[in-house]
């Protein structure tokens, strides 16, 4: 199927409680880079790797956003998506994480075919899955 155009690149904007917090989080946590941040409304977009994250406060409307709401999750055991981080050691990402006081919501899973991968929860409650590749 030719879909008649070329997608450059993907990616994902979360609406937050405080920017500041979450690009703390983000770039703390996580290892993203700081690429933009704006004030009003405040806003913030971050990179790793090829990947693009954007975010948001939640509470302000946008004009180039017409017709969309966003808003954070409710309940980090139950979402529709999940942001994926490929780390090449998921175990020291797990001590690291954990010793820093982020939320986890188990202990690391090492599936039959390979790798290694756990779920924590950044501070807005968006899931964040951390691989290991097998």
Known sequence: MSIGYRATRV?????????????AFYTGAIGFEVEASYDDPPYATLVLGPARLSLAERGHPADDRPGVELEPPGDPSRTSAMIVVEVDDAG???ESLSASGVQTLAPPYHPPWGGCRFFCVDPDGYVIEIEEPA
């Open 11 to 23: 990616g994902t904007i979360l609406a937050v409680a405080d920017v500041r917090a979450s690009t």
């Open 92 to 94: 020291s990402a797990f």
